[in-house]
T-cell receptor
Framework: DSGVTQTPKHLITATGQRVTLRCSPRSGDLSVYWYQQSLDQGLQFLIQYYNGEERAKGNILERFSAQQFPDLHSELNLSSLELGDSALYFC????????????FGEGSRLTVL | GENVEQHPSTLSVQEGDSAVIKCTYSDSASNYFPWYKQELGKRPQLIIDIRSNVGEKKDQRIAVTLNKTAKHFSLHITETQPEDSAVYFCAASTDSGYALNFGKGTSLLVTP
């Protein structure tokens, strides 16, 4: 158990819909990262938050947005869903200091039909 | 941004043999290079990492080497065992605590 909690574990929805994925980082971790994993693209970095502020942005689509709340949990919002958005979405956390290790949650598997 | 290339995409070895996975990176400012292992249906987990002030690091059967001049780093697994079968990802970042850019992964199969 990494200490990172993601909900829901599985989600099936239709094209055009909007979903929200939730992540609770490890106790004490200030950084939250979102990654998308699809079969042919490995782990694609989407966005990073540190103590409530956006720190880095990767290949995140404009239809996607995220935020980190004062209690440090984070949400990833995916809207106008397309078939190609079907993937495993991982949240990871770190203390944001020099240890470097990212602790991943179990992921949220999104299926868009 | 940083671009990490990883080879090979699949690797099959016999139990007891060695396995080597290679990665290259593009951003000369990168100085933190971790390797993650992802077993089937599981989350990625850190197995070893190296920083730019070190050329090699070992942890039992696993070692990582770094060549900053050539901008490449490699994972070496000796005396492979069936439980080493997994997908391995290399990554790079400009500093620990910042987002990791991952390679596309290497699926390693160790056959008894």
């Amino acid at each position: 158990d990494s200490g990172v909690t993601q909900t829901p574990k599985h989600l099936i929805t239709a094209t055009g819909q909007r979903v929200t994925l939730r992540c609770s980082p490890r106790s004490g971790d200030l950084s939250v990262y979102w990654y998308q994993q699809s079969l042919d693209q490995g782990l694609q970095f989407l966005i990073q938050y540190y103590n409530g502020e956006e720190r880095a942005k990767g290949n995140i689509l404009e239809r996607f947005s995220a935020q980190q709340f004062p209690d440090l949990h984070s949400e990833l919002n995916l809207s106008s869903l397309e078939l190609g958005d079907s993937a495993l979405y991982f949240c990871a956390s770190s203390d944001g200091a020099n240890t470097g290790e990212l602790f991943f949650g179990e992921g949220s598997r999104l299926t868009v039909l | 941004g940083e671009n990490v290339e990883q080879h090979p995409s699949t690797l099959s070895v016999q139990e007891g043999d060695s396995a080597v996975i290679k990665c290259t990176y593009s951003d000369s400012a990168s100085n933190y290079f971790p390797w993650y292992k992802q077993e089937l249906g599981k989350r990625p987990q850190l197995i070893i990492d190296i920083r730019s002030n070190v050329g090699e690091k070992k942890d039992q059967r696993i070692a990582v080497t770094l060549n900053k001049t050539a901008k490449h780093f490699s994972l070496h697994i000796t005396e492979t065992q069936p439980e080493d079968s997994a997908v391995y990802f290399c990554a790079a970042s400009t500093d620990s605590g910042y987002a990791l850019n991952f390679g596309k992964g290497t699926s390693l199969l160790v056959t008894p």
